[in-house]
Nanobody, 118 residues
Framework: VQLQASGGGLVQAGGSLRLSCAAS????????MGWYRQAPGKQRELVAY???????NYADSVKGRFTISRDNARNTVYLQMNSLKPEDTAAYYC?????????????WGQGTQVTVSS
């Protein structure tokens, strides 16, 4: 199973970006999917996650600005980021809890850089 993330880039404060992450490979189903981020010198932190049923949860720092969604038919999770701030600058990693042959595995994408200039 592979997770391929895309959509990062350089944007001015107040701008928007949309991240995508597609899962591929042999799998039975995907449970939770989420986005994490890691800024230089800081620990990786949860940004948002979405369950297979569509329930969502967000870090307080992004509530009202970011929206996570998923397309189960495409095994893809999205993160719409609006009103971006310089403190949102980080490498963003997608994560998926995948069921393969009855066992649950945790997979990570390769990371996509988001840089917000002031």
């Amino acid at each position: 199973v592979q997770l391929q993330a895309s959509g990062g880039g350089l944007v001015q404060a107040g701008g928007s970006l949309r991240l995508s992450c597609a899962a591929s490979g042999r799998m039975f189903s995907i449970n939770d999917m989420g986005w994490y981020r890691q800024a230089p010198g800081k620990q990786r932190e949860l940004v948002a996650y979405i369950t297979s049923g569509g329930s969502t949860n967000y870090a307080d720092s992004v509530k009202g600005r970011f929206t996570i969604s998923r397309d189960n038919a495409r095994n893809t999770v999205y993160l719409q980021m609006n009103s971006l701030k310089p403190e949102d600058t980080a490498a963003y990693y997608c994560n998926a809890e995948v069921v393969v042959r009855g066992k649950i595995y945790d997979y990570w994408g390769q990371g996509t850089q988001v840089t917000v200039s002031s």
